[in-house]
């Protein structure tokens, strides 16, 4: 209209449908039962580590609050980041394919970028929730045994480069999706390698080859706990095994710029190609 109010036939923009998109998925996440699936996940891991805690009275962490999260945090919210990614966005683009909802999604005056980036926030909101609901059940731990002092900078830090992590990792994820068209082997191959093969492999490398597995998502990781850390790990450590012919084992720990670096190419690189694999699919 001359008026500037929209028409009745109007289209709305690539960023207003992803946005639409997403709410949408969002909302379906909130009512499945994936989302309570995850949400009991982080509930157990914080029952545990609050009785753990409560038992042993405070593991011999109750002296520094950055050993508290440098621990816990640090190593905990890897686990529920994968479990996030795994659960959110396994499927979320090859239940496309087998479910034939793109089918009918792709006749209609969508692009499908904007089915790709509205799927990839929905799944990015849902397992910010469950970082979130880890992070509080580890505040209410430190505010029992630490109390105004649970709080730190290194805290806000360490959640920063998580959320680069969750955004490298779920790029990863819905790269993995957009290469299978049925749900169920989209989501095995994601769940073992995150879960098992990166770790095995990256050991791999860095012990047998002696190389470092900078191209290893999962190497990437260890940045999250600097923060808390008073001096960051050496960049390549050698240790000889006891015995005259023991053989030195090699590991690598990343600079806190190459993680950082790694986590965000992975997020650039990996979403692009997923995308790209997606819009080069065909409904059938």
Do not use: C
Request: no cysteine; hydrophobic share 55%; proline share 4%.
């Amino acid at each position: 209209m001359t008026d500037g109010t929209p028409s009745l036939g109007h289209v709305p923009g690539t960023f207003r449908q992803a946005v639409l998109l997403s709410r949408y998925q969002f909302r379906d996440y909130l009512r499945s039962r994936r989302f309570v699936l995850m949400m009991a996940i982080v509930a157990i891991i914080g029952a545990i580590l609050t009785f753990v805690l409560l038992y042993y009275n405070g593991a011999g962490l109750t002296g520094s609050s950055d050993a508290f999260y440098g621990t816990f945090w640090a190593g905990g919210v890897t686990v529920v980041i994968i479990f996030a990614g795994i659960i959110f966005g396994g499927d979320a683009i090859a239940g496309e394919f087998q479910n034939k909802t793109g089918y009918f999604l792709m006749g209609l005056p969508i692009r499908r970028n904007s089915v790709y980036v509205g799927k990839f926030l929905a799944a990015f909101t849902a397992s910010l929730l469950s970082v979130l609901f880890y992070l509080v059940i580890l505040l209410a731990n430190g505010a029992y045994w630490f109390g105004g002092a649970a709080l730190s900078v290194a805290l806000f830090e360490s959640f920063a480069i998580a959320l680069l992590y969750l955004l490298a990792l779920l790029g990863a994820v819905f790269l993995f999706s957009s290469m299978f068209k049925n749900s169920p082997y989209a989501v095995l191959v994601v769940a073992v390698l995150f879960l098992f093969g990166f770790s095995i492999i990256q050991a791999l490398i860095s012990g047998l080859v002696k190389v470092e597995p900078w191209f290893i998502i999962t190497y990437a990781q260890n940045v999250i706990s600097y923060p808390f850390l008073s001096s960051i790990p050496a960049h390549m450590e050698t240790v000889k095994a006891p015995g005259p012919r023991g053989a030195s084992i090699t590991s690598y720990n990343p600079t806190y710029a190459e993680g950082l670096a790694i986590m965000g190419g992975y997020f650039v690189l990996t979403a692009v190609a997923g995308l790209l694999l997606f819009e080069r699919e065909e409904f059938t």
